[in-house]
């Protein structure tokens, strides 16, 4: 007994949450109730059209046997006008319900994506862009065919199983009883199938992101791949994944396979239970042969619709199991944008003991951090890999929340201000340049900048020494850049990056290793650049070459995230310290 309710109350809560999870989705379908209420008739229309089949074929046989020849014409037309309202019915229902699960499909989808864009940075680290992917393509899509698909069928097959059952309770009640005797042991069936699609499908779908982003890594690696020799492994990687996901499809396929013969056994019980017991004179009644006809040709026709209902079972599993993907997204908290004022002018920035961890660790990559940017003035960032530089230079756009102590602009505590007027004051270049497959003309004025004249970004281009190698392109600053800039070199990427934040003209500079792409030749022409841009904006600079680090205003040396100094160059260089020694490696180096 005590086995019992433990294993009702481990099986509930599943059962529960899956129906939890299909009443959210349905949710989407509210607005449309109009269009959804149209497909319902139709699809009752299609099931009025199978009963009345059954009907006309009572008709037929009893006619025949009444020699009433005369009733052909009406016959034939009856027929005709089944079989064009079957019709009908079907083509209201299959388009109505169509054009709601598209239209679900498309809220769903942009509603994940635009959560996508409001999630925090820490999201990104633990999930990896081929799982997001696959939830927007192919969960997305498993979630259309319970929403359509399975709705169609439980509307079309449902409506012809209600309209046949009708039809022979009318005909002969106590034979329609022993008929749907075997409806518990059905719904059994259902029910253990249900559970077991369900695990399988998360498992499809997990292993569906396993494959997106095995192969989305090769492809833009293709490089690395090739000249290390990793096309074995990744061939071996790739394969792994699909054979993965092939074997969890094969296990659902057996589970479907399985579902569908067991339940035609159980009709098929039924009918021959049906066969037999009709004989009887107590169940068979006063039935004319017509109506004996009809009700086991009813009978019969119900078998193809049950069939289809218990398949949408299948149907219903994985949608539910992609919807759960697709909520969890969109449950997740967005970017805490506590703010409540609009920051309009930087003053002083300054960093008071503040530390910081990473969301779901214990050590803290900043330690005790104390430092002061003054308005229009530069800061560099020095220190081995690691040692907290890019950490530091990402709260202040606030990339990363959650540090104690406090983080001041004007003054005011950083959290104080919108992130909209926040970052709308920062203009950033970081090492990893990110170009979209456009025309070099829209990366420059990307986003709120689009609306740029083409010769304010020309201006731009011209200080970033963008023009250089523009002009020798067949289609100027109009010329496609190709996925990430992948038709560009690596410093030219990085100078239509340095064009953009040249453009956008903010008061806050992040340079994150942004002259770490360029030769030689083209980092003097950059420098020059850098440095009008620089001047009278607050700058936040993490770089390893002299050339940038010497002209900066105030040097901060970090290590293991701590500041263990600071000052300008040439304090620093008398200190005989840490930033003396990088500085003699450098030029050694050099």
């Known amino acids: 007994m005590q086995s019992d309710q433990t294993l009702k109350s481990e099986s509930h809560p599943e059962v529960d949450s899956a129906w939890q999870t299909y009443k959210r989705l349905l949710v989407y379908v509210r607005p449309l109730w109009l269009i959804f209420l149209v497909s319902f008739i139709g699809f009752a229309i299609y099931g009025a059209g199978q009963a009345l089949s059954a009907k006309w074929l009572e008709m037929v046989v009893d006619t025949v046997q009444r020699n009433d020849y005369d009733q052909r014409w009406f016959l034939a037309a009856a027929v005709m006008g089944i079989f064009i309202l079957r019709g009908l019915g079907a083509f209201i229902g299959n388009y109505s319900i169509a054009y709601v699960g598209r239209e679900v499909i498309h809220r769903l989808r942009t509603q994940v994506f635009e959560r996508l864009l409001l999630l925090p940075s820490h999201y990104y680290s633990h999930k990896s862009s081929g799982e997001l992917l696959a939830k927007l393509t192919y969960n997305v899509e498993q979630v259309t ?3 359509t698909n399975a709705i169609k069928v439980l509307f079309r097959e449902g409506l012809t199983v209600a309209g046949l059952l009708g039809y022979m309770f009318y005909l002969n009640w106590k034979l329609t009883l022993i008929f749907i005797a075997a409806g518990p042991l059905i719904g059994l069936v259902v029910s253990m199938a249900a559970k077991r699609m369900r695990k399988l499908s998360r498992r499809i779908q997990k292993s569906v992101g396993d ?7 090769s492809i833009k690696g293709y490089q690395v791949v090739r000249i290390f020799g990793g096309a074995e492994a990744e061939r071996g990687r790739f394969e792994q994944a699909s054979l993965h996901n092939k074997r969890q499809f094969m296990k659902l396929v057996v589970t479907q396979s399985l579902n569908t013969p067991i339940i035609q056994l159980l009709v098929a019980l039924a009918l021959s239970a049906l066969l037999f017991l009709a004989m009887h004179p107590d169940v068979m009644g006063s039935m004319s042969t ?3 006809v009809a009700f086991l040709t009813a009978a ?25 993907s697709l909520f969890e997204v969109l449950d997740e908290p967005v970017e805490q944008d506590s703010g409540s004022r609009t ?9 008071r003991h503040l530390h910081f961890a990473y969301p779901g660790t214990d050590k803290e990559v900043l330690q005790d951090i104390c430092l002061s940017l003054p308005q229009g003035r530069s800061v560099a960032l020095v220190g081995r890999s690691g040692s907290g530089k890019t950490t530091m230079a990402s709260l202040l756009p606030r990339f990363n929340d959650g540090w104690t102590g406090e983080l ?6 950083l959290e104080s201000f919108t992130l909209d007027s926040l970052r709308s004051q920062i203009s950033l270049v970081n090492q990893n340049v990110v170009l979209f497959n456009g025309t070099i003309a829209e990366n420059i004025a990307y986003g709120a900048m689009a609306g740029a004249s083409e010769t304010a970004i020309l201006a731009a281009a011209e200080a970033a020494h963008v023009t250089e190698f523009v002009e020798r392109l067949p289609q100027g600053i ?7 800039g992948v ?6 990427r990085q100078r239509i990056a340095i064009a953009r934040a040249i453009l956008k003209d903010a008061p806050i500079l992040i340079l994150d290793e942004a002259t770490s792409a360029l030769d030689s030749e083209s980092e003097r022409h950059i420098q020059d650049a850098l440095e009008e841009v620089m001047r009278g904006r607050t700058t936040l600079v993490i770089a390893h070459r002299l050339s940038t680090i010497e002209k900066a205003d105030i040097i901060v040396v970090m290590e293991d995230g701590r500041i263990i100094e600071q000052g300008s160059h040439s304090e620093l260089l008398e200190q005989q310290g840490a930033y003396s020694k990088f500085h003699i490696l450098q030029t050694d180096t050099e």
């Not at 193809?304 to 919807?323: C, E, F, M, N, W």
């Not at 920051?343 to 920035?349: M, S, T």
């Not at 001041?408 to 505590?413: A, C, D, F, T």
């Open 145 to 147: 065919e319970a929403v």
């Open 211 to 217: 494959i997106t982003e095995s192969a989305s890594e």
């Open 290 to 292: 017509g109506g004996f």
């Open 300 to 324: 019969g026709m119900i078998t193809k619709p049950l069939r289809l209902l218990t398949d949408i079972t299948s149907i219903v599993q994985k949608g539910i199991a992609a919807a759960e």
């Open 343 to 351: 920051l309009e002018r930087i003053g002083d920035i300054e960093f």
């Open 408 to 413: 001041l602009v004007n003054g005011e505590p």
């Open 478 to 484: 109009h010329t496609r850049v190709g996925e990430n």
């Open 487 to 492: 038709l560009l070199s690596g410093g030219q």
